[in-house]
């Protein structure tokens, strides 16, 4: 028999109430039936998280910068590795508890429309080609391809989902067809015709005034219907409470249970679905329907190989985790996700020259992590990495934002001490920005509206007194931003010597940036959004039209350009058709380069990406 016959036998054996518990997150034991407890929720958005020691790749967005899918498949093959290997050892306890299973609710797809949005950094950028392709690269990597799946991606947050946050459990999103079908929903689309998802996970807020895990349009008529989807649909968590106490579209959750299921939500994140039995009884959905829900769930656990004892997984050794192999593609990975925005000449640095490393994010753990992080045993600081190459003098010189920076009265943060620092120093690296305790959601995070969301590109008002201090001294400045997402760098680009963005790069970030600094490998990596001066320049943060919205369709002159990123090469792009182009290399560097092609329709529109190596004097044809 195949997965889904198995699947049907073993589910005509249940009762209705046993039906019922396995559709929740937590599912308990059916221990007649042979059936251990399963936890459904596992998160992997750049390595294995919460789940213990795990190798901590760049946040989502970097590994967007590096354009390079192929790595990023690389990335996710690691990544599955050390999720299987934790699985095998925890399953010997008997039951898979929460952060210990196979079924991984990551990636995010959804569209960084704005950058006020706080989790824009889980998502791959602003272009849906990119986050498409980016999305298949990472779902084929964790779901590998042998007899069974390895992992199962799940594709979240469908749909039209991108804040804001404080508004994401009552927010009714209002999107016209255009910009639904092109903006929103092509990159989920895209996944699941080249990548075969498991599964897909509803978004908490409304689209065009339906629940999105409870939509008829969304689920069943659009992703079943439109986009052929085969796999299985999880709920936000709380999403389905969502439907009675905040949208209100029904009266209490055994409705907004029975209308989800009904819709073609067959897992929830919450507790809603402990009243379908009772909307059962009351006539509100029928068993077959919840039969076929749970039919769904139990071909994907017998596909994931845990009712057998052949999965050829259940041979990958604990040791996997954090290995050597893991650190080497995760410092790669790293490194191409660096970009380059400006460069006069004054990079690459000599080790021997006299830098003065000065800046809040300069010896920071936390900018490393980005969120839904595991935990690293080894990472590298950007001090940590900078020491590797050179002998570096630091000063935190401010906090990284004014709460924290009025709460500091000791010397060690104070500006004097970086004027000392830069004062004894040739060249001033500085390292400046935001960390994720700045943007991310709901609920979690500092300087923001309580939401997780931004509400200025600025950096904090002790940054900038910090920067006229020392740009001041007249110093030569190499600038290095943290953040996950748009910062305003229009001073820095008319003021400093080099322009370095640094999206929060894993645990291998500090002795990458290094690697990059110094010169032992050539930046490559590209913006996957558009960097804008102010908030000023953009709608509506409510507003959903993609009208001045991204590069594709906004009206004023961005600071940096999508898709901009210098190496210290000189690359020259001959196009010879539409589909061919002559890369040369007329530099002095050996260099990965990202070349990126358009279409204009009319509007221009990424259509196609690749990242080749091109040592010096080399020249290569590329064709799409």
């Not at 679905?273 to 077959?288: D, V």
Request: aromatic share 12%; net charge negative.
């Amino acid at each position: 028999m195949n997965f889904e016959e198995r699947a049907k036998e073993l589910v005509s054996k249940m009762t209705i109430a046993e039906k019922v518990s396995q559709m929740k997150y937590d599912a308990p034991a059916i221990e007649r039936l042979g059936i251990c407890a399963y936890n459904w929720w596992n998160e992997c958005l750049h390595g294995v998280a919460r789940a213990g020691t795990a190798t901590v790749f760049p946040q989502a967005i970097a590994m967007a910068s590096s354009f390079d899918d192929t790595l990023l498949y690389e990335v996710a093959c690691a990544i599955s590795d050390e999720a299987r290997a934790q699985y095998n050892e925890y399953k010997k306890f008997g039951e898979t508890d929460i952060y210990q299973g196979l079924t991984y609710w990551s990636p995010n797809i959804n569209i960084f429309r704005d950058p006020r949005w706080g989790r824009g950094h889980e998502t791959y950028g602003e272009d849906p080609y990119l986050t498409g392709r980016m999305g298949c690269a990472f779902i084929k990597g964790l779901q590998g391809n042998g007899k069974y799946r390895k992992l199962d991606a799940t594709i979240k947050h469908y749909a039209v989902h991108s804040g804001p946050e404080s508004l994401r459990h009552s927010f009714d999103a209002r999107v016209n067809e255009k910009d639904l079908y092109e903006t929103y929903l092509w990159a989920f689309r895209y996944c699941i015709e080249n990548a075969d998802p498991s599964a897909v996970m509803g978004a908490y807020n409304r689209t065009n005034g339906e629940a999105c895990c409870a939509s008829k349009t969304l689920l069943s008529d659009i992703l079943r219907g439109k986009f052929g989807f085969k796999g299985y649909v999880v709920s936000d968590c709380g999403a389905i409470c969502d439907i009675n106490r905040n949208h209100k579209i029904t009266e209490n959750e055994a409705e907004s249970a029975a209308l989800a299921v009904n819709c073609g939500c067959e897992l929830n994140c919450g507790s809603a679905y402990q009243w379908l039995k009772t909307a059962y009884l009351e006539g509100m959905i029928s068993e077959e329907t919840i039969t076929k829900a749970v039919e769904k769930l139990f071909a994907a656990r017998i596909r994931l190989g845990m009712f057998d004892d052949d999965c050829e997984y259940d041979k990958i050794p604990y040791e996997v985790i954090e290995c050597q192999k893991h650190k080497e593609i995760n410092r790669r990975m790293a490194q191409e996700s660096i970009v380059l925005l400006k460069n006069n000449g004054i990079l690459p640095l000599k080790p021997e020259t006299k830098i003065a490393l000065i800046g809040p994010n300069a010896d920071s753990r936390q900018m490393l992590l980005g969120n839904y992080n595991g935990t690293p045993s080894d990472y590298y600081t950007i001090l940590r990495g900078m020491r590797e190459f050179s002998d570096v003098i630091y000063a935190k010189g401010c906090a990284l934002h004014d709460v924290e920076n009025a709460k500091i009265h000791y010397r060690g943060t104070s500006e004097k001490e970086a004027v000392v620092a830069a004062n004894h120093a040739d060249v001033i690296v500085m390292c400046m920005g935001i960390d994720p305790t700045m943007e991310g959601e709901q609920g979690d995070y500092y300087n923001t509206d309580a939401s997780g969301d931004r509400l200025t590109l600025d950096v904090p008002d002790c940054q900038k007194s910090l920067y006229d201090t020392i740009i001041k001294l007249g110093k030569p400045i190499i600038y290095v931003n943290v953040s996950g997402s748009c910062v305003n760098l229009k001073r820095q680009k008319e003021e400093c010597d080099a322009i370095i963005q640094l999206f929060y790069p894993g645990a291998m970030g500090g002795i990458a940036l290094a690697d990059v600094i110094f010169g032992k490998v050539s930046p490559s990596g590209r913006l996957p959004v558009t960097f804008y001066e102010s908030v000023d320049d953009l709608p509506d943060f409510e507003d959903y039209s993609m009208k001045n919205r991204t590069y594709k369709f906004f009206k004023g002159t961005p600071v940096f350009e999508f898709g901009h990123g210098l190496t210290y090469s000189d690359i020259s792009e001959k196009w010879l058709d539409e589909k061919t182009v002559e890369l040369t290399n007329n530099g002095e560097y050996d260099t990965w380069y990202s070349v990126l092609r358009y279409e204009y329709i009319p509007h221009k529109s990424l259509c196609g990406f690749k990242k080749v190596f091109l040592k010096k004097g080399e020249t290569v044809t590329v064709n799409f």
